[in-house]
């Protein structure tokens, strides 16, 4: 099982170049790292990863992690990077097609494209998005940029963004898409995007073995080889005990949470993950 990790870089954290360079010398798969364009500070909408809702401050300083993976894809020659998540609901999917295509192409196809739909409401809000319906709006985007990178110029035009059939190269290593993986929670609406454009699912915190048999269902009702299906527990927190059961479900790749810190804590925990490796 390739073990991977993400840190929330900002401008107080260890580096990306840094992090990845000691990522690839001791062996680990990929890095990922998450997106937050800002976060309003009149927020009602409760973090859904803490008993009390409340908010870490270093939500509030992350970097763009495309500029982040950028930088360590020019250190780096192996390792897989990836976001996680882009929460593509907030971006112009042509623009995004472009900066993803191009990462991709100069990584030499290590780039994963970490799709998201976001937990933080007013920080969607003002980006023009309708919360109600940003999964039909980041399915519509995503069907913009899989137009784009098509091999033949490929029009989509659907309800909530277009695009003519048009020249746009880079194109991504692999052809049709970046490496494509949908986080968030089981549920029907995510497995539905899952089966149509992505290769498999970033669950934080659920209990796989109750999801993945739907998951699977799914899948396979839309026809994608049940092979080819690939799911990575993100954001974990890593015992031994945890490890072996993703291994006994099947997992290939599990990421891991690094503390939001400076270069002397993040380098003690991965000295900490080194016991992991295979």
């Not at 401008?11 to 990522?23: G, M």
């Not at 277009?162 to 609406?189: E, H, I, Y």
């Amino acid at each position: 099982m390739r073990i991977s990790a993400t840190l929330m870089v900002t401008d107080e954290t260890i580096t990306p170049v840094r992090l990845a360079r000691e990522l690839e010398e001791r062996g680990f798969a990929g890095l990922y790292l998450p997106e937050h364009t800002h976060i309003p500070v009149a927020r009602t909408t409760p973090f859904p990863f803490a008993a009390d809702g409340a908010l870490p401050d270093n939500y509030g300083r992350t970097m763009d992690p495309l500029v982040g993976l950028a930088q360590a894809a020019a250190v780096t020659s192996r390792i897989t990077l990836g976001t996680g998540v882009l929460l593509v609901a907030q971006h112009d999917p042509i623009t995004v097609a472009k900066q993803v295509a191009s990462l991709d192409h100069l990584s030499g196809g290590r780039f994963t494209l970490g799709v998201g739909f976001g937990w933080n409401k007013e920080e969607a809000v003002d980006h023009g998005v309708d919360w109600a319906t940003r999964r039909e709006l980041v399915l519509d985007q995503m069907r913009v940029m899989r137009a784009l990178w098509a091999a033949e110029p490929t029009a989509h035009k659907g309800e909530f963004h277009s695009v003519s059939a048009s020249l746009a190269f880079p194109k991504p290593v692999r052809g049709t898409s970046p490496r494509t993986l949908v986080g968030g929670g089981a549920g029907p609406k995510l497995f539905a995007h899952v089966a149509e454009y992505a290769d498999g699912w970033m669950p934080i915190g659920v209990d796989l073995k109750e999801a993945l048999p739907e998951l699977r269902a799914v899948w396979e009702e839309a026809g994608r080889s049940p092979e080819d299906l690939e799911v990575l527990p993100y954001a974990v927190e890593p015992t031994p005990e945890k490890l072996a059961h993703y291994e006994e479900l099947g997992v290939e790749e599990v990421v891991l949470m690094l503390p939001t810190a400076g270069e002397d804590e993040v380098l003690r925990a991965l000295d900490g993950f080194a016991r992991y490796l295979p």
